[in-house]
C-alpha cells in the first residue's frame, strides 16, 4: 500500500522551517529573534537539509514491479533469470489481468507482489551468492507468501481460479507454484478447479500430470 499521508508527514518534518519572528511592526518597535536578540531585520527562514535518497517509498499497483528491474541491476541475473524472467514476468501479468479477479481476489494480488518483493528484496541484500541460489530461493517463497495472503479462501471463488489460470502459463513453473500452494489448502484447492474446470483452458489430465511431477520430481 502506498502511504502518502506518512511520507507527507516525513518530509515535512525532515524539512522542518524555523521560521524566526523577527519582524517590525508599523510602529518600528522591536522585536526578539530566535537568538532573544532585538532587532528591526525582515524575517528571516532558515532551511534544515535533509537526505531524499534513501527514503522509504511504498509503490502499489503495477509499479510495485519495477523492483525487479531494480534487482536485476543489483544481481545481473539476465533476461531468463528470476527477476526478469519470472518474477516481473508474472509481477506484470497479474496487475494486467486484475479485472479479472474479485476484490478479495484484487486484495491478495497486492499482498503477494509486496511479499514477494520484500522477501527477495531481503535476501538479495542479505544472502545473494548466486542467481540459481536467488532462483530457488525465491520460488520456495510463493507458497508462503500466496497461503499467507487468503489463497485458500481467495480461491474458493470461481471467478479467482479462472483469473489464476489465464495469468499463468500451463507448462511454465507458475503452476507448479499454485499446485503446491493449493495443497496447503486441504481439500478446497482441488474442489475449486473441479466447479471452475469448464471455464479454464485446463484438462483433468493436464492437472493430474503436473500435479504427479510436482509430487513426484519437485519440478513442473
Not at 530566535?34 to 517509498?57: D, R, V
Not at 520456495?140 to 480461491?155: A, E, N, R, W
Request: hydrophobic share 35%.
Amino acid at each position: 500500500m502506498c502511504h502518502l499521508t506518512s511520507t507527507f508527514f516525513a518530509i515535512l518534518f525532515g524539512a522542518l522551517i524555523l521560521v524566526t519572528c523577527a519582524q517590525e511592526d508599523s510602529s518600528g518597535s522591536l522585536v526578539k529573534n530566535a537568538s532573544g536578540n532585538l532587532t528591526t531585520g525582515t524575517p528571516m527562514i532558515t532551511l534544515m537539509p535533509f537526505e531524499t535518497s534513501h527514503m522509504p517509498s511504498s509503490p502499489s499497483g503495477i509499479q510495485r514491479c519495477e523492483k525487479y528491474q531494480e534487482f536485476e541491476n543489483e544481481v545481473h541475473c539476465g533476461e531468463s533469470g528470476y527477476p526478469i524472467g519470472y518474477g516481473y514476468r508474472y509481477c506484470r501479468r497479474f496487475y494486467e489481468n486484475l479485472d479479472k479477479f474479485t476484490e478479495s481476489g484484487k486484495k491478495f494480488v497486492e499482498c503477494a507482489a509486496k511479499c514477494l518483493i520484500d522477501r527477495l528484496g531481503k535476501y538479495i541484500d542479505q544472502n545473494f551468492t548466486t542467481c540459481s541460489n536467488l532462483h530457488d530461493y525465491a520460488y520456495d517463497t510463493h507458497p508462503d507468501c500466496y497461503v499467507q495472503c487468503g489463497f485458500c479462501s481467495v480461491i474458493t471463488k470461481s471467478a479467482n481460479i479462472k483469473a489464476f489460470f489465464s495469468v499463468i502459463e500451463l507448462k511454465d513453473l507458475a503452476v507448479r507454484t499454485v499446485l503446491q500452494t493449493g495443497a496447503k489448502c486441504a481439500g478446497v484447492f482441488w474442489d475449486a478447479i473441479k466447479k471452475a474446470a469448464k471455464d479454464i483452458a485446463v484438462t483433468k489430465e493436464d492437472l493430474i500430470d503436473i500435479a504427479d511431477r510436482v509430487m513426484v520430481f519437485g519440478h513442473a
